[in-house]
């Protein structure tokens, strides 16, 4: 009888699955281990002044001044989510009717395309070719087609590791008539924004989180940035209180220490790096060039490396035996050691030594 009751585009949605293991080396959801521990001692101190029994800040104020402070944007370019995730559902709620059409590409972050759904909307995955590079004219022409609400272009790209150039992402935006989000999830281990573009282009909003250079995933805090226009939009369809006060003093805190956050950053891509070499002068493992906190690698029976791994306590994202993916694994880069771990049980698996 429920079943029945349940709108349409919801029937057949599935729940996004996360799986729990407990004492693994947790390598499959690019998070930052090497600051694991990071600020928890600084955090736990400036909880203990918290007023939990009252609700927090609802549009988080203290942060977004804060965050204006290091971007160089006005507090009302900024809006803050329970994950940049939060942020990209506003987006689609506040822009998508039941029938419209949304752009990206694929194989990208799948939650443009859950979100799209849940409110009716159709989904345009352009497929990035067998490299897992984007064919900028083509995309271009797409883009043309103008039949668009949003273009989300993920940069660097998940699970891919790929980038865009800049200057692809301005000819994009030079003729989108759609609103324009590039997600900048990884952006630390990359470099390179356009956040810098928001005022130029008031259709354009960039998404950054805390959940992954900044090793806070647990707290759930993104942002996105954008013109005062497009984020007015953005705050009437903002759940109230949607960040804790819990949440948004651990994000003050780390950051404030953001220094340590690219010392951390720089050794995760020195060990990327290494693994880069490693991994890819194995027989029978591709490895895709990455800006990122993780690689891609294509490997024969990549199910049963994944299980020969999380055997052996380490746990990766496999992606399956289908469509472009197929035989696909993502390792995120971790400390050392476990980087190491990881390389010699691949070894093992491959009969290496
Ligand atoms: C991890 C990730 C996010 C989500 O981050 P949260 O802030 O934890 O919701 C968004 N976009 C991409 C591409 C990601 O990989």
Not at 300 to 306: G, I, Q, S, T
Request: aromatic letters at 8%; one cysteine or more.
């Amino acid at each position: 009888m429920i079943e029945k009751l349940v709108r349409k585009n919801i029937r057949k949605l599935m729940p996004y699955k996360v799986n729990i293991y407990d004492d693994v080396v947790k390598l499959d959801a690019n998070e930052n281990n090497d600051l694991a521990h990071g600020f928890n001692e600084e955090i736990a101190e400036a909880l203990l002044d918290l007023k939990i029994n009252e609700y927090p800040d609802s549009d988080c104020w203290a942060l977004r001044r804060q965050l204006a402070d290091k971007l160089s944007l006005l507090p009302e370019e900024l809006i803050i989510g329970a994950g940049s995730d939060q942020i990209i559902s506003m987006i689609i709620n506040a822009f998508v009717d039941p029938g419209d059409n949304i752009l990206t590409f694929s194989p990208t972050f799948s939650m443009y395309r859950i979100g799209t759904e849940l409110v009716g909307g159709n989904t345009y995955e352009y497929e990035l070719d067998s490299q897992f590079k984007l064919d900028y004219d083509g995309f271009i022409k797409k883009v043309e087609e103008d039949k668009w609400k949003i273009i989300f272009l993920t940069n660097p790209n998940n699970p891919t590791g790929g980038i865009i150039p800049r200057h692809e992402i301005i000819r994009i935006l030079d003729i989108a008539n759609a609103i324009v989000v590039v997600d900048e999830a990884y952006y630390e281990f990359y470099g390179e924004t356009v956040i810098d573009l928001i005022r130029k282009y008031p259709n354009l909003i960039v998404l950054r989180t805390l959940s992954k250079a900044y090793a806070l995933a647990g707290a759930r805090v993104g942002y996105g940035a954008g013109s005062k226009e497009l984020l007015d939009i953005l705050y009437r369809v903002k759940p109230p209180y949607n960040v804790t006060n819990l949440s948004q003093v651990a994000a003050k805190i780390c950051l404030e220490n953001q220094d340590m956050m690219m010392e951390s950053v720089k050794k995760i891509i020195l060990e990327r790096e290494a693994m880069e070499k490693e991994l890819g002068s194995i027989e029978g493992i591709k490895v895709y060039e990455s800006h990122a906190n993780f690689l891609l690698c294509r490997i024969e029976r990549a199910k049963d490396l994944y299980e020969y791994l999380l055997e052996r306590g380490v746990l990766i994202r496999c992606f399956g035996d289908q469509g472009p993916l197929a035989n696909c694994i993502r390792i995120t880069i971790g400390i050392a050691d476990e980087n190491q771990l990881v390389l010699g049980i691949i070894k093992e698996f491959m009969g290496i030594k």
